[in-house]
């Protein structure tokens, strides 16, 4: 079966790093997809790695190995706001999103 | 308006109602999906359509009906559902289905069934 895992919950301090870990296996794949949601809010995109390695974006970066079948999601100095559920999600042969449970990120003062 | 709409963003039915929930895009995309998300638990893909036509049905109980009139409007028919129905349900869209498009997510409707 298709499967994707991340860890439920993780709590960083404000102004430090946390890395959030994302393993897959899928029949196929066509890219894989971080998002962020803010409770109650819409899930909103925030990277896709089709290739090895690591893409920055501003205070996030996204990595993917595909003979690993894994990714992580790096957040840089971190911030109240950055409180939110991590969303990873692959696209598998079809182009179908298989996705995961998410990671409900906590950040503390 | 921009982006993805959803109404309503609350609902309260009792098993025997019947109510639709409606989804708009405003991006000009092809494609749109319906998604139940349940706490702790991944999204599950429900419905989706590309080009008006219904391409994927992830074996969904019959109480749930779709419909799609146009690119830009999709409903979600309800009728005779049951308390596990309770979750959020988010309606997305993407330029089309068949790549990897990001897919752009309406705020969602929070249904509880009693």
């Known amino acids: 079966g298709q499967n994707i895992d991340q860890p439920t919950e993780m709590t960083a301090t404000e102004g430090a790093i946390v890395q959030i870990n994302c393993t897959y296996q899928t029949s196929g794949f066509n890219g894989l997809f971080w998002y962020q949601q803010h409770a109650g809010e819409a899930p909103t995109f925030l990277s896709y790695?089709?290739l090895d390695g690591l893409e920055e974006k501003g205070r996030f970066s996204s990595f993917l190995s595909r003979s690993k079948g894994y990714s992580y999601l790096l957040l840089k100095e971190l911030q109240m706001k950055d409180s939110a559920s991590y969303l990873c999600a692959v696209s598998d042969s079809n182009y179908q999103l298989i996705w995961g449970a998410g990671t409900k990120l906590i950040i503390k003062p | 308006e921009t982006g993805v709409t959803q109404t309503p963003r609350h609902l309260v039915m009792g098993m025997t109602n019947k109510k639709s929930l409606k989804c708009e895009q405003h991006?000009?995309?092809?494609?749109m999906y319906w998604y139940k998300q349940s706490a702790k638990k991944p999204l599950e893909l429900m419905f989706v359509y590309n080009f008006k036509e219904q391409t994927e049905n992830n074996s969904v109980p019959s109480r749930f009906s779709p419909e799609c009139p146009n690119s830009s409007h999709l409903f979600l028919h309800l009728h005779t559902l049951q308390p596990e129905d309770s979750a959020l349900y988010l309606c997305?869209?993407?330029?089309?289905?068949?790549?990897?498009?990001?897919?752009?997510f309406g705020p969602g409707t929070r249904l509880t069934v009693t």
């Open positions: 790695n089709v």
């Open positions: 997305a869209s993407s330029q089309e289905t068949g790549s990897s498009y990001e897919q752009y």
């Open positions: 991006l000009g995309h092809n494609a």
